[in-house]
């Protein structure tokens, strides 16, 4: 939100001292202690994360590969006073943060005017939080590495909150920066003020509130720590304007102050549990690996152990990727609700299912009870509060993966003249499952189908593409028909299954791979809610591919109108009523208006020269494809049910 707040004593020049041992009286108490005892205000009460200065007992600890801040030549002199925001700056760029998203506000112009005084930190402006926030959401989904977002007070710091939480429930890092109002001015009601801190607490990893300037360099590097250890999560700064202008020479050399966190962080798996879990893999018949997200680190060592155990890999909708799903004879693709038939037979029949990085979320699992029914349960997880949360397992590691197959790998290579694996008879089993229930879709005539689109954008990308989506049926769809060879490819909005998400988050994937094909493959619905980042990809020129499957209805919720409502459609109808023949809106346009060269298709032997002419057009390019509406995604097991209930015929032609 860009509006400044009227002129005040905000934007004159900080009444506070410089500081380098602090001599500023507030920074030493929390609110709502008014930094004017002589004009008692009473503010209303404020938690506050622990970012005010400490004498307490510090624990050091080095946090996770920044440069080297003796490389790090700084734009001032060691004992130069400088602003807050500069320091702020300075610090993202010893993290070696190069892109940041930012949009600008009354409460941020001050880090906004240190940014453009950053040689190492490029901005990419998107045309609203929330594609801000979603951006570096795709940029650190794409990369490994933390994304950072910029806003202003008030509405744009609420215009995150989105973001946080989706960033939350699939542990992604996100580093979020906030301005606030002025210290003096917390808890008055001032224009564009929010209690960030309280409205993000639940949705974030941690958060922060900083009111000793001196405070920044140490608030920083807890940030990136916290957003990327552990299982990694957003973490939130939010810094009133006035500490922003406060001149401080900053001391680089602040330890980093988490003991209770550093305690709480698991640590390597221990050489027993692993022996056991190998044991109970030579014991099984009928082993499956169920995983997720957990695992897009590990991706070499989970191939190494499915090498050396010959167990088919069922993936989760976080953890399409961190196994190749084009592996014909061990990948069972995506398990769940939408998942492939096989992978949900093979999960209803093992008698080991191996959880590896994953939650056990119920859009997987469905009815508890059913789930795995016969199977004994390894569940091995980074984080403690997963492991029984919602499943008990037989045996249980609190560990990060990698290191847990690592541990695996060497015992089973140690063993392998001994131990003799074959579990053939399971897989040419499962083999029978994918003949006899393959992923397939109805033709509708002339019309496109869907599924269609993707496999032919899957067969002229080689699926070597890094791939978006929105949220609904073209989500499910892209998981289901793109086959996925690595990690980091595959990029959605899983547990919060955000709509909006998949325009900005290729943006920052394509930030983040610029010599990568970036394909965000969305819906109308999902598209329209952020289509204003069409103007981002304009100006940034960045080459992202658009293919818009256009069925002018809410996709996912008409499919369940269908199955479950009698087909009785509740304001799911995205088009125009007074004209239902014409395409509303015309997306065409949209693109038009920032630039980007667009297209239509509307038949399927004009689908495959469409989508090559996308791929072949330099820079940005919109194809919007329409689809009837009526196609639902199957396999489908309702919600509450369980693999006996489920789906694989039908669609909106027919009535329930």
Known sequence: MAAIAPPSSASKPSPFPVSSKSSNPISRFTLPFSPHPQKPTFLRHLQISNSLSSKTATTTITTTNPPDPETKISRFAPDEPRKGADVLVEALERQGVTNVFAYPGGASMEIHQ??????????????????????????????????????????????????????????????AITGQVPRRMIGTDAFQETPIVEVTRSITKHNYLVLDVEDIPRVVSEAFFLATSGRPGPVLIDIPKDVQQQLVV?????????????SRLPKTPSEDHLEQIVRLVSESKRPVLYVGGGCLNSSEELRRFVELTGIPVASTLMGLGAYPCNDEELS????????????NYAVDKSDLLLAFGVRFDDRVTGKLEAFASRAKIVHIDIDSAEIGKNKQPHVSVCADIKLALEGLNRILEGKESNVQLD???????????????????????????????IQVLDELTDGNAII?????????????????????????????????????????AAVANPDSIVVDIDGDGSFIMNVQELATISVEKLPIKILLLNNQHLGMVVQWED?????????????????????????????????IPAARVTKKQD??????KMLDTPGPYLLDVIVPHQEHVLPMIPSGGAFKDVITEGDGRSSY
């Open 114 to 175: 240190a940014l453009t005084r950053s040689s190492t930190i490029r901005n990419v402006l998107p045309r609203h939080e929330q594609g801000g926030v979603f951006a570096a959401e795709g940029y650190a989904r794409a990369s490994g590495r933390p994304g950072v977002c910029i806003a202003t007070s008030g509405p744009g710091a609420t215009n995150l909150v989105s973001g946080l939480a989706d960033a939350l429930m699939d542990s992604i890092p996100v580093v």
């Open 250 to 262: 900053p001391n680089w050399d602040q330890p980093i102050r988490l003991p209770g966190y550093m």
């Open 332 to 343: 069972l693709q995506m398990l769940g609700m939408h998942g492939t038939v096989y992978a």
């Open 423 to 453: 579990f053939s008879a399971w897989r040419a089993e499962l083999k029978e499952q994918k003949v006899k229930f393959p992923l397939g879709f109805k033709t509708f005539g002339e019309s496109i189908s869907p599924q269609n689109a």
């Open 468 to 508: 978006s989506t929105g949220v609904g049926q073209h989500q499910m769809w892209a998981a289901q028909f793109y086959k996925y060879k690595r990690p980091r490819q595959w990029l959605t909005s899983g547990g919060l299954g955000a709509m909006g998400f998949g325009l900005p988050a290729a943006i920052g």
């Open 563 to 595: 199955r479950f409502y009698k087909a009785n459609r509740a304001h799911t109808y995205l088009g125009n009523p007074s004209n239902e023949s014409e395409i509303f809106p015309n997306m065409l346009q949209f693109a038009d208006a920032c630039g």
């Open 607 to 612: 689908l495959k020269a469409a989508i090559q």
